[in-house]
């Protein structure tokens, strides 16, 4: 689509969804995560075990060759330039590659390893000589499986006989196929189809099972049954693994009633907070009045990178225009994009070549961008209800208080929203300052 791109007199298209506000799409954003990942990310929490049977002694590896895998495996993981395992691998690894095999339920947020990790159990427990499914994993959509098979295919580049396939809609294999591939990755509805309907994998002859990316599995309609279906027709000594980047309560319900006796494995979540952020608002008329506001204080202070808020894609449409017709390197983000063309927008402003991204509710969560200096509201986020949204106004300005930098935050607000930033400076019991747009020596 070409919404984006601006007519050649500087004008944007609007369409009918434009009023509407993006919501998050939780497998979208998942995606968008792994297709922008650089490194692991980093806890300063301690990971949280709890074993099947306490008695039994607790290991933990700080190298990958503690771990006795196949010459071949070990090559391909420092081939991915792994030096060392990730937090949550140095406890994972040992349960996941001990014998006889241990279920698994863990828990961290995306970024820290547990891919790799599970990637890694899959191909260690791989019996080369034979040719039938012998691992399965279930994700929740055709692109979050491929890129799980990306990362077993460059982890597995040394491992010439192991080969992987894909259960997805639109992957058709002819009835009867002997299928001879050891893993199989695919989403619920497919692999259902393919083990009972089609008969193309025989569940009890499945060694290592996978539920990734448990969250949003049970997000999507029909696919905890699903999940739950194939589950129960695996062997009993199958080793199961479950993977989730959160651990609401419905996640944990799943979780239990899918992985028998298992061992749980919990990294928190690096905390946000507000700590560091010094947070200011405009007082504004309008929508005009913000812009300008936006822009004495881009030009009263020296900026590195910002990122601008809307509410609305035709709000972000519109400051766009005009930022570029006063000559700002900007670029828009919003739900309408695919995820592979949201990935390359925020890779570029990574790369810093441009200094502000404007965007929509679509990329206020789970997207760090560590040289952004500025975050700009330049609409207040708010629920269905009109009231504050406390969560996302911490999502898109807060920073973790070990990791993160200092940041300053502007909020642009229109007199009858005061209120609501009032509501927001109790709820986290943190200053928002007034400042005169006309006057920026205010900001220290
Ligand atoms: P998750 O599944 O928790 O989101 P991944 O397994 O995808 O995490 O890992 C996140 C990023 O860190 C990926 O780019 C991956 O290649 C990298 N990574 C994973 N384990 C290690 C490790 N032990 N050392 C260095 N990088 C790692």
């Known amino acids: 689509k070409s919404t984006t791109v601006p007519n ?15 919501v998050v799409d939780l497998a979208a954003n998942s995606l968008l995560n792994k297709l922008i990942r650089q ?33 071949e495996l070990l090559k391909g993981i420092y081939a991915m330039g792994f030096n060392r395992p990730s937090k949550i691998q140095e406890m994972a690894l040992p ?36 040719l039938f499914p012998q691992c399965l994993c279930l994700a929740p959509t055709y692109e979050l499986a ?3 098979g990306r990362v077993v295919e460059q982890m597995g580049k040394f491992c010439v006989d192991v080969q992987v396939m894909y259960a997805i809609r639109g992957n058709h294999i ?32 499945i060694r290592v099972f996978v539920l990734d990316e448990a969250d949003v599995m049970i997000d999507t309609q029909g696919f905890s049954d699903q999940s739950i279906r194939i589950q129960r027709a695996l062997p009993s000594e199958c080793q199961m693994l479950l993977f989730s980047a ?34 200011y608002y405009v007082l504004c008329e309008n929508r005009k009045d913000k812009y300008q506001a936006l822009c004495n204080i881009y030009g009263g202070i ?44 925020i890779q570029r402003f990574r790369d810093g070549k ?66 609501l930033l009032m509501k927001i400076q109790d709820h986290f019991n943190s200053s928002i300052k007034q400042l005169n747009p006309e006057d920026m020596d205010e900001i220290e």
Request: with cysteine.
């Open 95 to 130: 349960m996941m590659l001990a014998h006889p095999p241990q279920n698994l339920i863990a828990q961290s947020q995306s970024g820290t390893g547990k891919t790799a990790a599970f990637v890694l159990a899959m191909l260690s427990r791989v019996n080369t000589l034979e």
């Open 39 to 71: 490194s692991l990310v980093e806890s300063s929490h301690r990971v949280e075990v709890l074993q099947k049977d306490p008695s039994s002694p607790l290991y933990s590896v700080k190298t990958f060759e503690e771990l006795r895998l196949k010459e």
């Open 246 to 279: 959160t651990f609401e309560e419905s996640v944990w319900q799943f979780a239990e009633r899918i992985i028998p006796d298992p061992n749980v494995i919990k990294l928190r979540k690096e905390e946000l907070t507000l700590h560091n952020i010094r947070q």
């Open 174 to 205: 002819p009835r009867g196929t002997d299928v001879t591939k050891q893993i199989i990755i695919g989403t619920p509805g497919t692999v259902l189809d393919w083990c009972f309907k089609r008969k193309l994998i025989d569940l009890t002859k």
């Open 302 to 345: 020296t900026i590195g990178q910002a990122i601008i808020f809307c509410q609305t894609r035709r709000n972000a449409k519109w400051l766009t225009v005009e930022m570029m017709q006063d000559g700002h390197q900007v670029s828009l983000l919003s739900g309408e994009l695919t995820v592979d063309q949201r990935a390359s927008i």
């Open 146 to 148: 491929l890129q799980t």
């Open 8 to 22: 050649i007199d500087g004008s944007i298209n609007n369409t009918e969804e434009d009023d509407e506000e993006d």
């Open 354 to 419: 441009e200094k502000v991204l404007i965007t929509t509710n679509v990329c206020a969560r789970g997207i760090d961008v560590k040289q952004v200096t500025i975050v700009v509201n330049f609409d207040l986020p708010v629920n269905q209800a009109e009231e504050p949204d406390y969560e996302t106004y911490l999502h898109r300005i807060g920073r973790t208080g070990r990791f993160g930098k200092k940041g300053l935050a502007f909020n642009m607000i229109e007199v009858d929203k005061l209120p």
